[in-house]
């Protein structure tokens, strides 16, 4: 029997990664988790190991024997990184090329980057910035060193795990605490939601398929919403007791229909089947936000 492979997950305490490290556990992958907060998801057969992706000489430590590793580290808040462009590099950019100075003499299989559809668009701000240069630097290691990667850019993620770096969990924390939906722009905006749990399975299925090495994978939902659609279905679910306000009519940075930009760089899209109801998936997160406010 071969030996069981060894993934490293950066970020791995986060609301994607600690999706991603159970989805690993659940098919049998030794699964270490490098962050610098310890996972409250963390389970009896994972390793959690304190690491800060600024620190070269713990991004050494943690690597060493690793099969494969991730990286879902980011300044993932469009907002956040749109008003702080100097920790928004730091991270996304150079905590990225870090791991990949590491990875690059450690025998590491593949590099799996959690990039986004902003990395493809001329909206995004600095955060796209980041994202877009961190797939180019990866591209550039695997030409010179030979390090082999998958770049997944997610869309609209949501999940009971996530946190105010997620625009769901922002509108549903608000909507519970305040009895109000907020939003920018006409709310005629489209998007693809998928639910965190979907996306990491096929976050997985990309290891065992050599044909997803040194590609571009877009990773979206099925369901494609206007935000005013998804207000109303949030409203409903809440029995329509909220109010919908729009604070302002410009949604600075985020994109109207599409993110893509024209590239050269093209890429395959994945989509879940089957995947979790969209109505069913913010029913759960609005039930595990409500036990957080009664907490």
Known sequence: MPNRKKVVIFGGSGFLGSYVADELSRRNYDVVIADIHKSKYLQVNQEFQTVDILDMNSIK??????????????????????????????????????????????KVERFVYASSAYALSNEGSFYGISKQT???LMEEYYKRYGL???????????????SHNNYIYNLLYDALKNGELHY??????????IHAADAAKLSVDILEDESYE????????????????LLTMINEIMQ??????QITDNNMGH????????HPTVAKKLVANPYIDLGQGLLECIQVIHEELEA
């Open 148 to 162: 082999k990667y998958t770049v997944i850019r997610y869309g609209s993620l949501y999940g009971e795990r996530a």
């Open 61 to 106: 430590n943690v690597i060493n024997g690793a099969d494969i590793v991730y990286n879902f580290v980011a300044i993932a808040n469009l907002d956040d990184a749109i008003h702080d462009p100097i920790n928004t590099m730091n991270i996304n950019v150079m905590g990225n090329l870090n791991i990949l100075e590491v990875c690059k003499t450690r």
């Open 214 to 229: 040194n590609e571009h994978i877009i990773l979206t939902g099925t369901e494609r919403l206007k935000r005013i659609e």
């Open 240 to 245: 329509n007791k909220l109010e919908l306000k």
């Open 134 to 136: 961190s797939e180019k």
């Open 255 to 262: 994109y109207k229909i599409t993110p893509y930009s024209y």
């Open 184 to 193: 920018k722009g006409d709310g005629q905006d489209l998007r693809e939601y």
